[in-house]
C-alpha cells in the first residue's frame, strides 16, 4: 500500500508562512488526486485543497490567495505552501491520497498528521 509521511508543521506567529510536506513511498500522481485535510480541535475535519491526476486544483474559501497547493514528481511529495497564516488556521493538517485503478475503482490513504499552531 502507499504510505504518506507528513512533516512541515509548527508554531507560527499571525501572518507568517509554513511549507508543509508529505512523501508517498511511491510515484502515483499519475492515477491520484491528492489533497490536504485539516481538523481544529473540536471540530470537522475539512478540506483545505485538491490537485488532481491532471493538475488542476481547488481551494476551500477559507485559504484561497493564501494556500498553495503544488507537487514534485521526481521526490514523490506534495507540498502545502501557507502564508498569511491566521490564528484560525490552527489545526492538524493530514495529507490525502485518493489512487484510481479505474473509473470506479480506488484506495483512498490518509497520512499521520502534523500540527500547525498560529499564535502570538
Known amino acids: 500500500q502507499v504510505q504518506l509521511v507528513e512533516s512541515g508543521g509548527g508554531l507560527v506567529q499571525p501572518g507568517g508562512s509554513l511549507r508543509l510536506s508529505c512523501a508517498t513511498s511511491?510515484?502515483?500522481?499519475?492515477?491520484?488526486?491528492m489533497g490536504w485535510y485539516r481538523q481544529a480541535a473540536g471540530n470537522e475535519r475539512d478540506l483545505v485543497a485538491v490537485i488532481t491526476t491532471g493538475s488542476g486544483t481547488d481551494y476551500a474559501d477559507s485559504v484561497k490567495g493564501r494556500f498553495a497547493i503544488s507537487r514534485d514528481s521526481a521526490k514523490n511529495t506534495i507540498y502545502l505552501q501557507m502564508n498569511s497564516l491566521k490564528p484560525e488556521d490552527t489545526a492538524v493538517y493530514y495529507c490525502?491520497?485518493?489512487?484510481?485503478?479505474?473509473?470506479?475503482?480506488?484506495?483512498?490513504?490518509w497520512g499521520q498528521g502534523t500540527l500547525v499552531t498560529v499564535s502570538s
Open positions: 490525502y491520497a485518493k489512487i484510481f485503478y479505474g473509473a470506479d475503482v480506488y484506495q483512498e490513504q
Open positions: 511511491r510515484s502515483i500522481f499519475s492515477i491520484s488526486t
